[in-house]
């Protein structure tokens, strides 16, 4: 069944590909020129952060994109044959314009207008490659309109017009592409380009309507009901309110109604960005989110007018959340994204992440942003989240192919289908208890774990069992060897008390005791890919058993006052 909607997925994403190329060529450019817009009608906000240094370092050709420092050693960025895809991706998305902006002088306003200029004539008149994917000249387009005003700041009239008419191609470009993209969030990004193009520049009035009623349709599509994005993936949530917060004010500013999917979409979303977000604030590391800035979330939620607590279930999603007091427990209880949106899906069902205060303690690996795709596969396996394996196996399966990657990248194309989750909440505790079928396959067993928060947030108690596909059917005589895996985060400290059980310690005192009746834990080396800085290595507590001897374990994190303990390892 998976291997058929994969080959599916690549037909259809093949032929997209094969319209996408005839789009492109001589035979459809003449469509892409017409008339060229008069003036930009306003320049709409930008929430991302910016950094007035970078334009500094961007003036003297040393270029700071997606993890990668490039010096052009005097040449146009625009023709160095750079390596690093992401990097090119995000040097011609221009996002990096917003760091002019913030330098806030006539130099940074010349340098962004030179760089611009030097776009026009290397890339503008020539439709191929990197700089005009479709997902690339989305954001293109959006960072054009949003610093406009740096760009165009003491420009000639040659420029100014060389500038709208550069700019009006890129949007006929995209509106033309829009027909061949898959429904993912590079098509939602292109949505919100065309409704920031039709806002900011002269258009008509039936121009605005169909980009607005196109954008409702994706919105509704891609933006679940409960706030997660399709591809639950919580940066995207961050992402594309980055995005649609500025549109919707841009509406305001223009006094035109926005379509209610926007306003909708909005009013879910920020509640579902407070719910992934752990109290120090950064967010949980799920199919395929890595490092957080935190002070990106909190430009954010800025714009959050109901600031209430978190929702604490996501069911839309497909995830749990626990919390009391100052501890947070957020879990993965869902089944994974359609196979077309779950490039970055990981195989972590069950997983789940621990807090306390400012501290993460229990992490998953996350992903390193930046880094060499080639760990990616790593990160989205089972071992990399704090959950359960049988025999070393994934509860997923990814497609890891060089010929299909150009179409369709890394999909995951087994995992768990049927996922049964209930909350236990009750006085003075959170809780829940989900399974899922994703090892049922191929060793006949279902993965049951329950999660209690008690004790005023000062206990998780948690429970791992493994269960017979039918209540009559007897264990098999193979061997199911279960390692359940719990990650600590980098800044942790790993200690024994007294009485021989595992402590982890935060700086500041905040420590929690892990305990096991059925299993003895294990130490082993781990590591934890969402750092800032990249990867570190960091340590992982494992519970390691045979299903058929010990169908079920039950363990405890209980919050302690550090007193006779001498450190491990």
């Given at each position: ?346 195989a972590g069902c069950l997983s789940f992440e621990l807090s306390s205060g400012r501290h ?210």
């Amino acid at each position: 069944m998976n291997t058929t909607r994969l080959w599916a997925l690549v037909a259809r994403e093949f032929w997209r590909k094969a319209r996408r190329n005839l789009r492109a060529g001589p035979a459809y450019r003449w469509r892409y020129s017409g008339r060229t817009p008069e003036r930009v009608l306003i320049a709409p906000p930008d929430l991302r952060l910016a950094d007035p240094q970078i334009a500094t370092e961007i003036y003297y050709g040393r270029f700071p994109l997606s993890g990668r420092l490039v010096e052009t050693g005097g040449e146009s960025p625009f023709r160095i044959s750079a390596s690093h895809e992401g990097w090119q991706r995000s040097l011609h998305g221009f996002r990096w314009l917003r760091h002019m902006r913030a330098a806030s002088s006539e130099l940074a306003s010349a340098n962004a207008r030179v760089l611009v200029k030097d776009w026009i004539a290397i890339h503008g008149s020539h439709i191929a490659g990197i700089a005009w994917d479709p997902g690339v000249t989305a954001k293109r387009i959006i960072a054009w309109l949003q610093h406009s005003s740096v760009v165009l700041q003491g420009a000639d009239l040659p420029f100014y017009r060389a500038f709208l008419k550069s700019l009006a191609m890129q949007i006929r470009y995209l509106r033309s592409m829009t027909r061949e993209m898959p429904h993912g969030k590079d098509l939602l990004r292109a949505r919100i380009a065309l409704a920031f193009a039709a806002l900011s520049l002269p258009a008509p009035p039936s121009a605005l309507r169909s980009a607005s009623r196109s954008l409702a349709e994706e919105l509704d599509r891609q933006i679940l009901p409960d706030g997660g994005h399709i591809s639950r993936n919580p940066l995207m949530v961050l992402e594309f309110l980055a995005d649609i917060l500025p549109l919707r004010q841009t509406y305001a500013n223009q006094a035109e109604q926005p379509p209610a999917a926007l306003m909708g979409a909005v009013d879910r979303m920020l509640p579902a960005l407070r719910f992934f977000r752990h109290q120090e604030g950064s967010l949980a590391c799920f199919n395929g989110m890595g490092a957080t800035i935190q002070d990106r979330i909190a430009a954010i939620l800025r714009h959050d007018d109901t600031a209430g607590a978190p929702l604490l279930h996501a069911p839309h999603s497909g995830y749990e959340r626990l919390s009391i007091g100052d501890v947070t427990v957020i879990a993965d209880t869902g089944a994974p994204p359609p196979l077309e949106v779950s490039g970055s899906a990981h195989a972590g069902c069950l997983s789940f992440e621990l807090s306390s205060g400012r501290h993460h303690f229990i992490v998953n690996a996350g992903v390193d942003t930046y880094g060499d795709p080639e760990f990616r596969p790593l990160a989205r396996a089972t071992a990399a989240h704090s959950t359960a394996t049988i025999n070393d196996n994934s509860s997923a399966r990814f497609r890891h192919s060089s010929r299909l990657s150009g179409l369709v990248g890394s999909p995951l194309i087994g995992g768990p289908q049927q996922i049964h989750c209930e909350r236990r909440d009750g006085q003075d505790r959170q809780g829940f208890i989900a399974r899922h079928d994703g090892y049922l396959p191929r060793f006949g067993l279902w993965h049951e774990r329950e999660l209690i928060l008690s004790n005023w947030g000062g206990t998780l108690f948690g429970r791992d069992s493994f269960l017979t596909d039918t209540p009559s059917r007897t264990r098999n005589d193979a061997q199911h060897l279960v390692t359940v895996r719990f990650h600590l985060h980098p800044d942790i400290n790993l200690f024994t008390d007294s009485g021989g059980h595992y402590v982890l310690a935060a700086d500041n005192g905040d420590a929690w005791m892990f305990s096991c009746a059925e299993v003895a834990p294990q130490v082993e080396e781990s590591i934890y890919f969402a750092g800032i800085a990249g990867p570190r290595i960091t340590r992982q507590l494992l519970l390691s058993f045979d299903a058929s001897e010990v169908p079920e374990i039950r363990w405890r994190l209980k919050r302690v006052r550090l007193a006779g303990a001498s450190r491990t390892r």
